[in-house]
């Protein structure tokens, strides 16, 4: 697995770099998959990292908290339970250098993923690969979250 690369409290952590930098990529980019229905309105919400529109890769973030500005801007396509935004919280408050590296790894050993709600999806959804893109970062919006 991968490390956390990156974590921000009252905001998020950032993982899935190959490089464990958050310069790597996979080598591919596809489209960001936005809809009105599906916003940061909750903490746990699990999503790719981008370097702006249709960048998508490998990376990920998980907020800590309802983030409302970043809504359109990135691929949602999971929410965490509450053990695990939990955990998220631990791990956004752990030592950080200036860069907001945790100066202890934190790695993803176990996943389990569950499917549901109303309309789980029947089939992976098909993603057209793009070009090799520049790394990719959340940015927070200037404004402290609501």
């Known amino acids: 697995g991968t ?10 952590i950032q993982g899935g770099d190959p490089a464990g930098n958050g310069t790597g990529d996979p080598g591919y980019a596809f489209k960001n998959e936005t809809s009105p229905d599906l916003t940061f309105d909750r903490p746990g919400r699990l999503a790719y990292a ?3 529109p249709d960048t998508n890769g490998s990376q990920f973030f ?8 970043l809504n359109g801007n990135y ?10 935004v939990a955990l998220v919280k631990q791990i956004a408050r752990m030592g950080k ?3 907001d590296r ?19 999806p029947k089939s992976p959804v ?19 979250p609501q």
């Not at 490390?3 to 998020?12: E, L």
């Not at 691929?75 to 695990?84: A, H, K, L, N, V």
């Not at 945790?102 to 789980?120: E, M, Q, S, Y």
């Open 102 to 120: 945790p100066f202890r790894p934190v790695k993803i050993v176990h996943i389990t993923i569950l499917r549901g709600g109303a309309n789980p």
């Open 126 to 144: 098909s993603r057209k690969i793009t070009k090799k893109v520049a790394p990719k970062t959340v940015t927070p919006p200037q404004t402290a």
């Open 50 to 52: 981008n370097a702006g």
């Open 97 to 99: 250098d200036a860069n």
């Open 75 to 84: 691929t949602i396509f999971g929410q965490c339970d509450e053990p695990t």
């Open 62 to 69: 998980i907020t800590e908290v309802a983030y409302p500005s």
């Open 3 to 12: 490390i956390f690369h990156r974590v921000i409290p009252n905001f998020m």
